[in-house]
């Protein structure tokens, strides 16, 4: 069955390391891949966007990687800081709907001072 | 420029009862997506609306259904309301970029 797994625990990071968070999808074709910032209560918010023939993306602190091979997508912020602190979502756009953006269920990320 | 408007914030209906709940997209954008997303899990995909037509549909019920306006608005109504449609359920439009604009979401409680 088509699966995309987000780590499922909080990840508790101190101020200034670097976060990494992992996408993993099974049986999907995505033609790209985007990563979306969600505050709680509030709509997720657009961060990055992948395309399958990319390997990297950076945008100011934020950096994403896509490995089609290993179907699994790494999204990282460095020097973190406590206003990082959200959940983040992975989501896909497979070839095979084209409308339907799935997504993943979410990685808690914390960052204490 | 205004974002993705969502209305009402929250809402309470009763099992059986019917909800609309309203989305307009962000300016210059005519494809609007609705999406469910209970507590602690990811969005669900409703369905989406082009040139006021359902363009694609995820696993939903025909309880579901929506319209969308000329002025690219858009609407979702549920019927027969399920203790389990409680949820926040987001608008989203589409931008040129690829990435989805969404609103601040309905919190809907069914009791």
């Known amino acids: 069955s088509q699966k995309i797994e987000q780590n499922s625990e909080a990840l508790n990071i101190q101020e200034g390391k670097t976060a990494t968070l992992t996408c993993n999808y099974t049986?999907?074709?995505?033609?790209?891949l985007q990563w979306y910032r969600q505050d709680p209560g509030r709509g997720p918010v657009f961060l990055l966007l992948i395309r399958e023939n990319e390997k990297e993306k950076r945008k100011e602190r934020l950096k994403v990687t896509f490995d089609t091979t290993l179907k699994q997508s790494l999204f990282h912020i460095t020097a973190s800081q406590p206003a990082d602190s959200a959940t983040y979502l992975c989501?896909?756009?497979?070839?095979?709907?084209?409308?339907?953006?799935?997504f993943g269920s979410g990685t808690r990320l914390s960052i204490r001072p | 420029d205004a974002g993705v408007t969502q209305s009402p914030t929250h809402l309470i209906k009763t099992r059986g009862q019917q909800v609309t709940l309203r989305c307009s997209p962000k300016?210059?954008?005519?494809?609007v997506s609705w999406y469910q997303q209970a507590l602690g899990q990811g969005p669900q995909f409703i369905f989406q609306y082009y040139e006021e037509e359902e363009r694609q549909r995820g696993n939903f019920p025909d309880r579901f259904s929506g319209h969308q306006f000329p002025n690219y608005s858009s609407e979702l109504n549920v019927n027969a309301l399920l203790l389990g449609d409680s949820a926040l359920y987001l608008c989203?439009?589409?931008?040129?970029?690829?990435?989805?604009?969404f609103g601040p979401g309905t919190r809907l409680t069914v009791t």
């Open positions: 049986n999907y074709s995505p033609a790209y």
């Open positions: 989203a439009s589409t931008s040129l970029a690829g990435g989805l604009y």
């Open positions: 300016s210059g954008h005519d494809t």
């Open positions: 989501a896909l756009y497979p070839y095979s709907s084209a409308s339907k953006i799935i």
